[in-house]
């Protein structure tokens, strides 16, 4: 009884760490018991030596118990020995199989943390890559097109009047507005592609940006950031970025025209949530399924801000009010 309660004890707390000295040690108690000087459990079912079997209608062997003079149970005489043996061979049947199944969760486990971070890496390359993509086509239109926008509106300003004296003064003046429209145009596109203040300063300063524009516009903002002026990794910033250029410019194109835009980030205590709301006319194709529910069909922007969330290990929220109005709402969790 001793002998079970001892070995009992240390079997339960076994785990894959220490299983190998448990063993040795209910093995070297084992023969101590049977008489005998040298006994040995080996994992598998490759020896030669008694069956240990793991628990179950299966029975499949997981050890052989191998100890000198004794080749089965049968061969142990006194009836209370035997059971007893059959009794701590079962203990070693249960541990093994608990162990064995630990280390397959653990490989299993590992395998997958492997992807995860495998994951991580390619989202972080393909984010890199497009970006650096944005980057170049952005400084190619600043240093080859936008230039020569500049010139030319420049050219029919007045600054190189011999080359437009054939023009009336009336034309001159109307493709010089066109040139500077031109060139308006083309420095939002370049702010778009890759905003230098998002390299520069942060998440926080290209989202004032953002909201700069709005107000640029008629529309009435209001900005809120945490007090945590913090940098965030690059591929989460850009990613929050682009959701909130795309918020911002489904609101240009849905609301109606002027409204009030809430613009707020938020970095607590594990989570970090970054929301848009409008008070606009809202999508005319909206649902009125509440949160989470979104346009359907040409409304691409949106799943593009879902894919880019949930590429970061978050989430995002969409929901039309209504009354009117776009709530858009990002969430990461810290762990992401």
């Known amino acids: 009884m001793r002998l079970l309660t001892v070995s009992g004890q240390e079997l339960a707390d076994a785990d894959p760490t220490n299983i190998a000295e448990r063993l040795v040690r209910s093995a070297d108690r084992l023969a101590f018991f049977l008489g005998s000087r040298d006994a040995q459990v080996i994992e598998g079912d490759g020896a030669e030596g008694i069956a240990i079997v793991a628990p179950g209608p299966a029975r499949k062997p997981v050890a052989r118990f191998r100890v000198d003079g004794i080749a089965s149970l049968d061969a142990i005489e006194d009836i209370e020995d035997r059971e007893?043996?059959?009794?701590?061979?079962?203990?070693?049947g249960a541990t093994i199989d608990r162990i064995q199944r630990e280390r397959e969760r653990g490989a299993l486990l590992a395998t997958l943390r492997e992807r995860e971070q495998r994951l991580e890496h390619m989202v972080g390359r393909m984010f890199s890559a497009q970006e650096e993509e944005r980057r170049r086509v952005s400084q190619e239109l600043h240093d080859g097109v936008a230039q020569t926008a500049t010139a030319l509106a420049r050219i029919l300003e007045g600054v190189g009047e011999g080359q437009t004296e054939a023009l009336p003064a009336a034309e001159r003046d109307r493709l010089a507005g066109i040139a500077r429209a031109l060139v308006r145009e083309l420095r939002a596109v370049?702010?778009?592609?890759?905003?230098?203040?998002?390299?520069?300063l942060g998440l926080q300063a290209a989202l004032r940006s953002l909201a700069d524009g709005l107000e640029e516009d008629g529309y009435q903002v209001s900005f809120c950031m945490t007090d945590d002026a913090s940098r965030l990794s690059p591929t989460v910033e850009i990613a929050l970025f682009r959701v909130a250029q795309e918020a911002i410019a489904n609101v240009r194109k849905h609301a109606g025209g002027p409204c009030a835009v809430a613009i707020a980030l938020r970095i607590e205590t594990g989570h970090l949530r970054l929301q848009i709301r409008d008070s606009g006319r809202g999508p005319s194709d909206r649902l009125d399924a509440g949160a989470g529910a979104r346009p359907t069909g040409r409304h691409v922007g949106i799943d593009v801000m879902h894919e880019r969330?949930?590429?970061?290990?978050?989430?995002?929220?969409?929901?039309a009010g209504a009354d009117g109005g776009v709530t858009v709402t990002a969430h990461l969790p810290e762990s992401a």
Do not use: C, F, K, N
């Open 190 to 200: 370049i702010g778009g592609l890759r905003p230098t203040l998002l390299d520069d």
């Open 309 to 319: 969330m949930s590429a970061i290990g978050g989430h995002l929220e969409w929901s």
């Open 84 to 92: 007893a043996v059959a009794m701590h061979l079962e203990l070693l």
